[in-house]
């Protein structure tokens, strides 16, 4: 059976993907996408969708604009990653917006809870604040949800900070309302999509499919990370994740495409593909330093027990058959 998914995203490049290769598959039943301020501005993360939406030929699914900035903190961007639309490497001739529906995202999200008796899925590859706002403004909605998925989290790294993950770091606040909802939660760690890189080949293979969504995606990769900043782009630096000399160079160094998000759809379609455990998890909202780092009770320091371990931590990923599996979804288009 088919499980019915919201996608709440900041798309964002590596969003784009992960909803190429969504919108592909027919274990997914996706009932409507949500936006939100991440990445880039929820303008700009909102235009992205739709077009990217239209683009994969899927004008069926609704799409709903959400939070412009986090609950409690001033909005923090990635757009030196990403580009300044969000989509470095491809631009559309045109905006498509027929189906960018005229209410909020968090009521979005309600209606589409409620209207079915079936349990959704939301999966969240951006910062939460939508879903937080969700679960804050309508908690009778809460047992409608059947988990939650998000790209984010980490044990022993970080990105952009060398703690904390981005969409963590943005809205550590609202992370937290999330976590502790009771709600399940399953997160795709930076450990994991590290590993989850698609490498230069793999991407020459994408690119001679030589489709709209083959070219799209094989563009839109190759504009990926900071070592693409154009000389003629405009990073608005004040609200911007940090570049530094050092990260540019490292950077340069890997050159790694990292398929974050993708990888995070990929476990509601095939869970096969990666190794899971059960944790407790916080995060750090008030660090002078580490503000978004998660805490992940690996070591069961504090001896929780089954119904207080709050995280289903994806631990390893099967990359060689995750890249298949996107491969074959971007071959679906035709
Ligand atoms: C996450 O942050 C964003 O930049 C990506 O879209 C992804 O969701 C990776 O840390
Ligand atoms: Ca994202």
Do not use: Q
């Not at 009932?31 to 991440?38: D, K, P």
């Not at 700009?44 to 069926?60: E, F, I, K, M, S």
């Not at 550590?172 to 890189?197: D, M, N």
Request: contains cysteine; aromatic residues 6%.
């Amino acid at each position: 059976m088919k499980e019915r998914v919201i996608i709440d995203c900041d798309t964002g490049i590596d969003d784009a993907l992960a909803l190429v290769l969504a919108l592909s598959r027919p274990e997914l039943d996706i009932v409507g996408i949500t936006t939100v301020a991440g990445n880039v501005d929820v303008e700009n993360t909102t235009r992205n969708t739709c077009n990217v939406v239209h683009l994969l030929g899927r004008d069926d699914i609704r799409i709903a604009k959400g939070e412009p900035k986090p609950l409690e903190r001033e909005p923090l961007r990635a757009s030196g990653v990403h580009g300044v639309t969000g989509l470095r490497g491809y631009t559309f001739d045109s905006d498509w917006k027929e189906n960018l529906l005229d209410i909020h995202a968090v009521e979005f999200m309600k209606r589409l809870l409620e209207e079915s008796d079936e349990k959704t899925t939301i999966i969240a590859i951006g910062p939460v604040t939508n879903v937080a706002k969700l679960l804050i403004e309508h908690p009778e909605v809460k047992d409608r949800i059947r988990r939650i998925v998000f790209m984010g989290t980490s044990y022993h790294c970080g990105n952009p900070t060398p703690v904390s993950t981005f969409n963590v770091l943005v809205d550590p606040e609202a992370f937290r309302k999330v976590i502790f909802s009771g709600v399940e939660f399953v997160a795709c760690p930076l450990e994991v999509t590290k590993t989850a890189t698609i490498e230069p080949d793999e991407v020459e293979r994408l690119d001679a499919m030589g489709t709209p969504v083959a070219r799209f995606a094989a563009s839109i990769i190759r504009g990926y990370g900071i070592t693409k900043i154009g000389a003629d782009e405009k990073i608005d630096t004040a609200n911007e994740e940090v570049i530094s000399e050092n990260r540019l160079k490292a950077a340069k160094e890997s050159n790694e495409v990292t398929m974050h998000d993708p990888a995070t759809i990929a476990y509601v379609i095939d869970p096969s593909l990666f190794t899971t455990a059960k944790y407790y998890c916080d995060v750090e909202c008030k660090g002078e330093l580490t503000t978004g780092f998660t805490l992940i009770d690996k070591n069961d320091y504090y001896k929780k027990e089954d119904d207080e371990r709050n995280l289903t931590l994806m631990e390893s990923i099967d990359r060689p058959r995750f890249i298949d599996l996107f491969l074959d979804s971007v071959r679906r288009y035709g």
